[in-house]
């Protein structure tokens, strides 16, 4: 069974700070993981993925991959109200479709 | 350019109804996936299409589910026999294989309600 765990939450951190979100999967060869935001009502909207070991950054997100320890995390820095909402790790497990978490839930309060 | 589309956005029924979903994927994208999120549920895979062809169809629930796709563009996701449990958000996605690490790009969505 392929399976992907986040913390459901709900994380809260104050305006200004970090926020940590992580996700770890099941499967060592899993090569592709994306992070997406979904506002309530929304459809997922992509933020950025990552292939390779390490950090990858934009803007103020950071996504951070170690397949070794099988997990992929997703920073926010200098969190704002706007960023209150759920993310969700996705994970290619090289057939193609993506399975989720069931999603991490922000909330920045000011 | 012109993202996902789907309609309709918002679809509610009558138990034992037929349903059809529709899908036009962003243009050139050959890979096209259809995902259900039930309410307060995580997104779960229902089929995958590379062009016309459905290689993996393991996440259709049942037989009274099925898709096709036509002229490597629009899908269609039919539900025959509407039960309640089918009553969930129908999303589809998008790709270009081999590209962006196939990202998927994911459509509005319909919400489906089954009275």
């Known amino acids: 069974q392929k399976e992907v765990e986040q913390n459901s939450g709900p994380l809260s951190v104050p305006e200004g700070a970090i926020a940590s979100l992580n996700c770890t999967y099941s499967?060592?060869?899993?090569?592709?993981f994306f992070w997406y935001r979904q506002y309530s009502g929304k459809s997922p909207e992509l933020i950025m993925s990552?292939?390779?070991?390490g950090d990858k950054e934009d803007g103020r997100f950071t996504a951070q991959l170690n397949k070794a320890s099988q997990y992929v995390s997703l920073l926010i820095r200098d969190s704002q109200p706007s960023d209150s909402v759920t993310y969700l790790c996705?994970?290619?497990?090289?057939?193609?479709?993506?399975?989720f978490g069931a999603g991490t839930t922000v909330t920045v309060r000011a | 350019g012109a993202g996902v589309s789907q309609s309709p956005s918002n679809k509610v029924t009558e138990k034992g109804k037929d349903v059809e979903l529709r899908c036009d994927p962003i243009?050139?994208?050959?890979?096209l996936y259809w995902y259900r999120q039930s309410l307060g549920q995580g997104l779960e895979f229902l089929i995958y299409?590379?062009?016309?062809?459905?290689?993996?169809k393991s996440g259709l629930p049942s037989d009274r589910f099925s898709a096709e796709r036509t002229g490597g563009s629009v899908s269609t996701l039919t539900i025959q026999r509407t039960q309640q449990e089918d009553s969930a958000v129908y999303l589809c996605?998008?790709?270009?294989?081999?590209?962006?690490?196939?990202?998927?790009?994911f459509g509005p969505g319909t919400r489906l309600l089954v009275l």
């Open positions: 996605a998008s790709s270009l294989p081999g590209t962006e690490q196939e990202t998927q790009y």
């Open positions: 499967d060592r060869g899993s090569q592709s």
């Open positions: 990552i292939y390779s070991n």
């Open positions: 996705a994970v290619n497990f090289n057939d193609y479709k993506l399975s």
């Open positions: 243009s050139g994208h050959t890979a």
């Open positions: 299409f590379q062009g016309n062809s459905a290689p993996d």
